[in-house]
């Protein structure tokens, strides 16, 4: 397995995976040829050095998992780095087989060599597998999210 930083030409696997559950389906737009957003936003990302698009290939180079880490400045804290997970998704044919953990366990030591002091992320309630995923693997639900969607 290799980790590494995503680049334009995988930008359609990557929005193929998000979008291959029933959550995705119904938010990401996902078609040949892929629009532009999803293009325009991975440069924007690709040129902001606090954030970190990942993708985890097989030992034949196919993209079988991604995941967004953010990494957040902030006063409290005494001006700590928060490391937000983000888009975490594992190519269906390749769930169940300890991919997550290792991709989580790099993110979590990418954190720790950015200098954050907690790794967070989010998790839709209508993902119990996620959560239980989740909290295996040392995450604890110590605060309450809110979400107002503006569209």
Known sequence: MTIRKALKKDVPFIVEMIADDELGRLRENYKDPLPKEYYNAFENIAADSNEELMVMENDK???IATLQLSFIRYLTYQGGIRAQIEAV???N???GKGLGKIFFEW???RAKIRGAHVVQLTTDKKR???LRFYEKLG???SHEGMK???S
């Open 61 to 63: 180079g196919k993209i």
């Open 89 to 91: 998704r594992i190519h």
């Open 93 to 95: 044919e390749h769930r």
């Open 107 to 109: 993110a979590i030591n």
């Open 128 to 130: 119990p597998k996620a």
């Open 139 to 141: 995450f604890k639900a």
């Open 148 to 150: 107002l969607h503006l």
